[in-house]
């Protein structure tokens, strides 16, 4: 993953951690891949869990249902992005 504002990292699909790099609030990040259609992306600050990605794309492919739980507040965000 890499993205415009500079943060990057390399991880495999099976859950093991990698750094995360370009953001001061993350140091690692692990990626599962959970079946065919999603995915879990766990996000890491000194190797305290901060963050929980997880997204899930239809049979279709044309719509992900995703949410983000942060852990240092206890709030979950939920969203679906739909294929234009």
């Given at each position: 993953m890499t993205n415009p504002t500079?943060?990057?990292y390399t991880a495999?699909?099976?859950?093991?951690?990698?750094p995360h790099k370009?953001?001061?609030?993350?140091t690692a990040?692990?990626?599962k891949l959970v079946g065919t259609r999603t995915i879990v992306e766990t996000d890491y600050r000194d190797g305290k869990v901060v963050?929980?990605?997880?997204?899930?794309?239809?049979?279709?492919?044309?719509v992900m249902m995703?949410?983000?739980?942060?852990s240092r507040s206890n709030h979950t965000t939920t969203w679906t992005s739909k294929k234009i």
């Open positions: 500079g943060q990057s495999k699909t099976d859950g093991t951690e990698a370009g953001d001061p609030g993350l990040v692990s990626v963050g929980i990605f997880r997204g899930t794309v239809s049979k279709n492919g044309d995703a949410s983000y739980h942060d």
